[in-house]
Protein backbone atom coordinates (compact mmCIF):
# COMPACT_ATOMS: atom_id res chain seq x y z
CA UNK A 1 0.00 0.00 0.00
CA UNK A 2 2.51 2.79 -0.89
CA UNK A 3 2.82 5.41 -3.03
CA UNK A 4 4.16 4.78 -6.83
CA UNK A 5 5.92 7.62 -7.64
CA UNK A 6 9.22 6.41 -8.14
CA UNK A 7 12.38 8.96 -7.36
CA UNK A 8 11.98 12.13 -6.43
CA UNK A 9 14.24 15.11 -4.92
CA UNK A 10 14.27 14.82 -0.75
CA UNK A 11 14.96 18.07 0.63
CA UNK A 12 16.70 17.94 3.70
CA UNK A 13 15.52 21.08 6.02
CA UNK A 14 17.83 22.21 8.54
CA UNK A 15 16.33 22.29 11.63
CA UNK A 16 16.92 24.40 14.79
CA UNK A 17 17.71 22.24 17.82
CA UNK A 18 15.82 23.59 21.18
CA UNK A 19 18.03 23.11 24.11
CA UNK A 20 16.07 23.57 27.23
CA UNK A 21 18.51 25.35 30.15
CA UNK A 22 17.59 22.72 32.51
CA UNK A 23 15.61 19.34 32.27
CA UNK A 24 12.20 18.90 32.84
CA UNK A 25 11.14 18.19 36.73
CA UNK A 26 11.07 14.30 37.48
CA UNK A 27 7.15 13.38 39.34
CA UNK A 28 7.00 10.89 42.51
CA UNK A 29 8.58 7.52 41.52
CA UNK A 30 6.01 4.90 40.38
CA UNK A 31 5.21 1.80 41.38
CA UNK A 32 7.61 -0.58 40.26
CA UNK A 33 7.12 -3.19 37.29
CA UNK A 34 5.16 -6.61 37.41
CA UNK A 35 6.84 -9.26 35.81
CA UNK A 36 4.99 -11.33 33.00
CA UNK A 37 5.12 -15.04 33.00
CA UNK A 38 7.73 -17.43 32.01
CA UNK A 39 7.23 -20.81 30.29
CA UNK A 40 8.72 -23.39 32.45
CA UNK A 41 12.29 -24.66 31.36
CA UNK A 42 13.23 -21.40 30.66
CA UNK A 43 15.02 -18.12 32.05
CA UNK A 44 14.49 -15.41 29.97
CA UNK A 45 11.85 -13.34 28.50
CA UNK A 46 10.96 -10.30 26.72
CA UNK A 47 8.09 -8.07 24.62
CA UNK A 48 8.64 -7.63 21.08
CA UNK A 49 5.01 -5.93 20.84
CA UNK A 50 1.64 -4.26 22.66
CA UNK A 51 -1.67 -4.97 20.76
CA UNK A 52 -4.34 -1.68 21.23
CA UNK A 53 -5.94 -3.12 23.90
CA UNK A 54 -2.73 -3.90 26.09
CA UNK A 55 -2.30 -7.22 24.41
CA UNK A 56 1.59 -8.63 25.09
CA UNK A 57 3.64 -11.05 22.70
CA UNK A 58 7.04 -11.99 22.47
CA UNK A 59 9.45 -14.78 23.53
CA UNK A 60 10.43 -16.93 26.04
CA UNK A 61 13.96 -18.82 26.05
CA UNK A 62 16.37 -20.93 27.16
CA UNK A 63 20.14 -19.10 27.78
CA UNK A 64 23.07 -21.57 29.24
CA UNK A 65 26.61 -21.08 28.07
CA UNK A 66 26.16 -23.60 25.26
CA UNK A 67 22.90 -23.29 23.99
CA UNK A 68 20.24 -20.81 23.51
CA UNK A 69 16.81 -20.95 22.49
CA UNK A 70 13.55 -19.63 22.16
CA UNK A 71 9.54 -20.29 22.32
CA UNK A 72 6.63 -17.60 20.89
CA UNK A 73 4.21 -16.43 23.69
CA UNK A 74 1.58 -14.13 24.12
CA UNK A 75 0.15 -13.12 27.99
CA UNK A 76 -3.13 -11.88 28.95
CA UNK A 77 -4.18 -8.84 31.21
CA UNK A 78 -2.77 -10.54 34.46
CA UNK A 79 0.19 -11.37 33.13
CA UNK A 80 -0.26 -15.11 32.48
CA UNK A 81 2.16 -16.68 29.93
CA UNK A 82 0.97 -18.60 27.32
CA UNK A 83 2.74 -20.56 24.28
CA UNK A 84 2.04 -19.94 20.81
CA UNK A 85 2.59 -23.56 19.13
CA UNK A 86 4.28 -23.42 15.79
CA UNK A 87 4.27 -25.64 12.91
CA UNK A 88 5.00 -29.13 13.49
CA UNK A 89 8.12 -29.91 14.29
CA UNK A 90 9.78 -26.22 14.35
CA UNK A 91 10.18 -22.84 16.20
CA UNK A 92 7.98 -19.80 16.08
CA UNK A 93 8.49 -15.96 16.30
CA UNK A 94 5.70 -13.57 16.84
CA UNK A 95 6.42 -10.43 15.12
CA UNK A 96 3.22 -8.24 15.63
CA UNK A 97 -0.41 -8.13 17.17
CA UNK A 98 -3.41 -6.00 16.47
CA UNK A 99 -6.15 -4.71 18.29
CA UNK A 100 -8.54 -7.66 17.93
CA UNK A 101 -5.64 -9.63 19.40
CA UNK A 102 -4.32 -11.67 15.94
CA UNK A 103 -0.66 -12.67 16.04
CA UNK A 104 1.32 -13.03 12.88
CA UNK A 105 5.12 -14.19 12.74
CA UNK A 106 7.12 -16.97 11.28
CA UNK A 107 7.37 -21.29 12.06
CA UNK A 108 9.48 -23.29 9.87
CA UNK A 109 10.67 -19.85 7.91
CA UNK A 110 7.34 -19.34 6.93
CA UNK A 111 4.38 -16.55 7.38
CA UNK A 112 2.12 -17.28 10.09
CA UNK A 113 -1.02 -16.15 11.63
CA UNK A 114 -2.03 -17.23 15.01
CA UNK A 115 -5.89 -16.54 16.21
CA UNK A 116 -7.44 -15.80 19.06
CA UNK A 117 -7.86 -19.45 20.25
CA UNK A 118 -4.12 -19.85 19.36
CA UNK A 119 -4.48 -21.92 16.78
CA UNK A 120 -1.72 -21.50 13.99
CA UNK A 121 -2.26 -20.92 9.80
CA UNK A 122 0.53 -20.62 7.74
CA UNK A 123 0.05 -18.33 4.91
CA UNK A 124 0.22 -18.67 1.24
CA UNK A 125 3.54 -18.32 -0.79
CA UNK A 126 4.17 -16.79 -3.80
CA UNK A 127 4.36 -19.50 -6.98
CA UNK A 128 7.27 -21.37 -6.09
CA UNK A 129 8.06 -19.85 -2.92
CA UNK A 130 10.55 -21.08 -0.71
CA UNK A 131 10.38 -19.02 2.56
CA UNK A 132 8.29 -15.91 4.07
CA UNK A 133 7.72 -14.06 7.18
CA UNK A 134 5.24 -11.68 8.70
CA UNK A 135 6.22 -8.84 9.99
CA UNK A 136 2.91 -6.90 10.56
CA UNK A 137 -1.17 -6.88 10.88
CA UNK A 138 -3.61 -4.20 10.49
CA UNK A 139 -6.93 -3.97 12.61
CA UNK A 140 -9.07 -5.42 9.72
CA UNK A 141 -6.26 -8.38 9.40
CA UNK A 142 -4.07 -7.36 6.71
CA UNK A 143 -0.81 -8.91 7.08
CA UNK A 144 2.25 -7.80 5.65
CA UNK A 145 6.03 -9.42 5.19
CA UNK A 146 7.86 -10.56 2.73
CA UNK A 147 9.44 -13.98 1.20
CA UNK A 148 10.82 -15.29 -1.77
CA UNK A 149 9.11 -16.67 -5.29
CA UNK A 150 10.16 -18.83 -7.67
CA UNK A 151 12.91 -17.38 -8.70
CA UNK A 152 14.52 -16.83 -5.26
CA UNK A 153 14.35 -12.96 -5.01
CA UNK A 154 13.06 -11.61 -2.08
CA UNK A 155 9.65 -9.46 -2.36
CA UNK A 156 7.51 -7.82 -0.17
CA UNK A 157 4.47 -9.43 0.44
CA UNK A 158 0.76 -8.11 1.56
CA UNK A 159 -1.66 -11.41 2.65
CA UNK A 160 -5.74 -10.29 3.09
CA UNK A 161 -7.83 -10.98 5.91
CA UNK A 162 -8.81 -14.27 3.73
CA UNK A 163 -4.81 -14.96 3.63
CA UNK A 164 -4.71 -14.18 -0.42
CA UNK A 165 -0.61 -13.22 -1.19
CA UNK A 166 -0.18 -10.17 -3.67
CA UNK A 167 3.55 -9.09 -4.46
CA UNK A 168 4.14 -5.91 -3.38
CA UNK A 169 5.26 -3.34 -6.41
CA UNK A 170 8.81 -3.21 -6.51
CA UNK A 171 10.59 -0.01 -6.11
CA UNK A 172 12.35 1.71 -9.19
CA UNK A 173 16.24 0.36 -7.92
CA UNK A 174 16.80 -3.38 -8.18
CA UNK A 175 17.36 -5.37 -5.34
CA UNK A 176 15.82 -7.70 -2.37
CA UNK A 177 13.19 -5.49 -0.76
CA UNK A 178 11.08 -6.13 2.09
CA UNK A 179 7.32 -5.00 4.17
CA UNK A 180 8.00 -4.13 7.81
CA UNK A 181 4.63 -2.40 9.33
CA UNK A 182 1.47 -1.35 8.08
CA UNK A 183 -1.07 1.10 9.28
CA UNK A 184 -3.75 -0.01 12.01
CA UNK A 185 -6.05 1.48 8.82
CA UNK A 186 -4.08 -0.48 5.79
CA UNK A 187 -3.52 2.34 4.14
CA UNK A 188 0.23 2.59 4.11
CA UNK A 189 3.16 0.18 4.53
CA UNK A 190 6.26 0.66 5.14
CA UNK A 191 9.55 -1.27 4.33
CA UNK A 192 13.20 -1.37 3.16
CA UNK A 193 14.84 -1.73 -0.26
CA UNK A 194 18.71 -2.89 -0.46
CA UNK A 195 19.68 -2.18 -3.41
CA UNK A 196 22.11 -3.28 -5.91
CA UNK A 197 24.30 -0.29 -5.87
CA UNK A 198 25.00 -1.07 -2.56
CA UNK A 199 22.21 1.44 -0.83
CA UNK A 200 19.49 0.68 1.50
CA UNK A 201 16.91 2.51 1.24
CA UNK A 202 12.83 2.80 3.08
CA UNK A 203 9.90 2.24 1.24
CA UNK A 204 6.24 3.02 1.22
CA UNK A 205 3.07 1.51 -0.56
CA UNK A 206 0.26 3.86 -0.37
CA UNK A 207 -3.90 2.40 -0.46
CA UNK A 208 -3.20 2.24 -4.51
CA UNK A 209 -0.29 -0.23 -4.04
CA UNK A 210 1.98 2.54 -5.41
CA UNK A 211 5.61 2.55 -4.33
CA UNK A 212 8.05 5.44 -3.61
CA UNK A 213 11.76 4.69 -2.58
CA UNK A 214 12.85 7.29 -0.50
CA UNK A 215 16.45 8.16 1.35
CA UNK A 216 19.58 9.99 -0.22
CA UNK A 217 21.17 7.72 -2.90
CA UNK A 218 24.48 6.00 -2.49
CA UNK A 219 23.88 5.77 1.36
CA UNK A 220 22.04 3.98 3.70
CA UNK A 221 18.62 4.63 5.42
CA UNK A 222 16.54 2.33 7.75
CA UNK A 223 13.38 2.52 8.41
CA UNK A 224 12.12 3.00 11.75
CA UNK A 225 8.50 3.71 12.11
CA UNK A 226 4.84 4.91 10.39
CA UNK A 227 1.99 6.81 11.45
CA UNK A 228 -1.63 6.50 9.82
CA UNK A 229 -1.04 9.64 7.80
CA UNK A 230 1.73 8.16 5.78
CA UNK A 231 4.91 10.24 7.84
CA UNK A 232 7.97 7.75 8.33
CA UNK A 233 10.68 8.09 10.38
CA UNK A 234 14.24 6.58 10.28
CA UNK A 235 18.19 7.08 10.42
CA UNK A 236 20.35 7.70 7.40
CA UNK A 237 23.72 9.29 6.56
CA UNK A 238 24.32 12.96 6.38
CA UNK A 239 27.84 14.49 5.42
CA UNK A 240 29.19 11.05 6.93
CA UNK A 241 26.89 11.24 10.49
CA UNK A 242 24.32 8.56 11.23
CA UNK A 243 21.42 11.10 11.47
CA UNK A 244 17.88 11.21 12.28
CA UNK A 245 15.25 12.01 9.46
CA UNK A 246 11.36 12.03 8.92
CA UNK A 247 9.73 11.43 5.48
CA UNK A 248 6.51 13.70 5.02
CA UNK A 249 3.31 12.37 3.57
CA UNK A 250 4.70 13.87 0.30
CA UNK A 251 8.17 12.26 0.26
CA UNK A 252 10.19 15.56 1.60
CA UNK A 253 12.78 14.57 4.25
CA UNK A 254 13.77 16.52 7.14
CA UNK A 255 16.93 16.15 9.56
CA UNK A 256 15.73 16.38 12.93
CA UNK A 257 18.09 18.00 15.45
CA UNK A 258 20.55 16.72 17.73
CA UNK A 259 22.61 17.86 21.06
CA UNK A 260 25.56 18.77 19.23
CA UNK A 261 28.06 17.23 16.62
CA UNK A 262 27.26 14.03 17.08
CA UNK A 263 24.75 11.80 15.42
CA UNK A 264 20.95 11.07 16.54
CA UNK A 265 18.74 7.89 15.63
CA UNK A 266 14.58 8.11 16.26
CA UNK A 267 12.47 5.28 17.04
CA UNK A 268 9.19 6.35 17.16
CA UNK A 269 6.60 8.45 15.52
CA UNK A 270 3.12 8.81 17.02
CA UNK A 271 -0.25 10.52 14.78
CA UNK A 272 0.68 13.83 14.96
CA UNK A 273 4.29 14.04 13.44
CA UNK A 274 6.17 13.78 16.72
CA UNK A 275 9.20 11.63 17.03
CA UNK A 276 11.36 10.44 19.84
CA UNK A 277 14.80 8.89 19.77
CA UNK A 278 18.53 9.35 21.32
CA UNK A 279 21.26 11.87 20.39
CA UNK A 280 24.87 11.76 21.53
CA UNK A 281 26.63 14.60 23.62
CA UNK A 282 30.40 14.92 24.31
CA UNK A 283 31.64 13.63 27.46
CA UNK A 284 34.91 13.13 29.01
CA UNK A 285 34.55 9.70 28.31
CA UNK A 286 33.27 9.21 25.43
CA UNK A 287 30.22 10.42 23.04
CA UNK A 288 26.90 9.06 25.40
CA UNK A 289 23.57 9.01 24.67
CA UNK A 290 20.18 11.19 26.47
CA UNK A 291 16.60 10.32 25.41
CA UNK A 292 15.14 13.51 23.10
CA UNK A 293 11.68 14.17 21.65
CA UNK A 294 11.38 15.63 17.90
CA UNK A 295 8.20 18.66 17.22
CA UNK A 296 6.74 17.79 14.14
CA UNK A 297 8.76 20.81 12.32
CA UNK A 298 11.85 18.89 13.44
CA UNK A 299 12.51 20.75 16.77
CA UNK A 300 14.20 18.76 19.67
CA UNK A 301 13.86 18.90 23.18
CA UNK A 302 16.19 17.18 25.80
CA UNK A 303 14.50 14.81 27.95
CA UNK A 304 17.07 13.19 30.17
CA UNK A 305 20.22 13.31 31.46
CA UNK A 306 23.68 11.07 30.39
CA UNK A 307 22.50 7.00 29.35
CA UNK A 308 19.42 8.03 28.23
CA UNK A 309 16.93 6.95 25.26
CA UNK A 310 13.45 7.26 24.11
CA UNK A 311 11.81 4.58 22.94
CA UNK A 312 8.08 5.24 22.04
CA UNK A 313 5.58 7.66 22.43
CA UNK A 314 1.59 7.55 22.38
CA UNK A 315 -0.95 10.00 20.82
CA UNK A 316 -1.26 11.76 23.74
CA UNK A 317 2.09 12.65 23.60
CA UNK A 318 3.53 10.51 26.63
CA UNK A 319 6.53 8.57 26.40
CA UNK A 320 8.44 5.93 27.70
CA UNK A 321 12.00 4.81 27.67
CA UNK A 322 15.12 4.51 29.69
CA UNK A 323 17.06 7.38 31.89
CA UNK A 324 19.15 5.36 34.33
CA UNK A 325 15.99 2.92 34.84
CA UNK A 326 12.47 2.81 32.71
CA UNK A 327 10.90 5.93 32.47
CA UNK A 328 7.54 7.59 31.50
CA UNK A 329 7.56 11.17 30.18
CA UNK A 330 4.25 12.92 30.06
CA UNK A 331 3.75 15.49 27.00
CA UNK A 332 5.19 18.30 29.15
CA UNK A 333 8.64 16.07 29.84
CA UNK A 334 7.74 15.88 32.87
CA UNK A 335 9.34 12.06 34.32
CA UNK A 336 8.37 9.92 36.08
CA UNK A 337 10.78 6.55 37.29
CA UNK A 338 9.31 3.75 36.46
CA UNK A 339 11.37 1.60 39.29
CA UNK A 340 12.64 -1.93 38.90
CA UNK A 341 11.60 -5.16 40.15
CA UNK A 342 12.82 -6.44 43.58
CA UNK A 343 15.93 -7.12 44.45
CA UNK A 344 16.55 -6.86 41.12
CA UNK A 345 18.84 -3.96 38.77
CA UNK A 346 18.96 -2.68 35.45
CA UNK A 347 15.08 -1.70 33.79
CA UNK A 348 13.86 -0.53 30.49
CA UNK A 349 10.33 0.69 29.02
CA UNK A 350 10.09 -0.06 25.52
CA UNK A 351 6.40 -0.07 24.28
CA UNK A 352 3.25 1.57 25.31
CA UNK A 353 0.00 0.90 24.56
CA UNK A 354 -3.18 2.35 22.75
CA UNK A 355 -4.79 2.03 26.25
CA UNK A 356 -1.83 2.61 28.23
CA UNK A 357 -0.24 0.16 29.00
CA UNK A 358 3.37 -0.22 29.10
CA UNK A 359 5.85 -3.14 28.81
CA UNK A 360 10.02 -3.91 28.50
CA UNK A 361 12.10 -5.63 31.16
CA UNK A 362 13.86 -5.88 33.77
CA UNK A 363 17.07 -7.40 35.79
CA UNK A 364 15.65 -10.24 38.40
CA UNK A 365 17.18 -10.82 41.59
CA UNK A 366 18.60 -13.85 40.20
CA UNK A 367 20.10 -12.02 37.42
CA UNK A 368 17.64 -12.87 33.94
CA UNK A 369 16.18 -10.67 31.93
CA UNK A 370 12.49 -10.78 32.25
CA UNK A 371 9.32 -9.26 30.14
CA UNK A 372 8.02 -7.10 32.58
CA UNK A 373 4.67 -4.33 32.34
CA UNK A 374 3.32 -1.68 33.78
CA UNK A 375 -0.93 -1.27 33.68
CA UNK A 376 -2.12 1.52 31.97
CA UNK A 377 -2.82 4.41 34.26
Known sequence: MFVQRGKRLLVMAAVAVA????????????????????????NDTSVTAIG????????????????????????????RVTRLEPLPGGFAEAKAVNATGMIVGTSNLRAVRWALDGSITQLSSPPGGSTSEATGISSTGVVVGSGKAGDDRQRGLRWDSSGNVTVLAAPPLEGAYYASAITRDGRFIAGRLYGTDGSTRVLRWDATGAVTMLGPAAVQSWFRDLNASGELVGDTVINDRHTAVKWTADGTMIQLGGPDSYGTSVLALNGSGVSVGRGYVATPAGS???????AADGTM??????????EDIDGQGRIVGRAGNAALWD?????????????GGF???????????????????????????????
Request: aromatic fraction near 6%; hydrophobic fraction near 40%; charge should be neutral.
Open 19 to 42: LPFSLPAVATAATGPIELGIVPGT
Open 52 to 79: DRGQLIGQSCANSPHSHSCVAVKWDKAG
Open 288 to 294: LDVAVRW
Open 301 to 310: TRLSDLNGQA
Open 331 to 343: ANGVKTDLGTLPG
Open 347 to 377: SRAQLIGLDGTIAGGAVTAGGDWHAVYWPAR
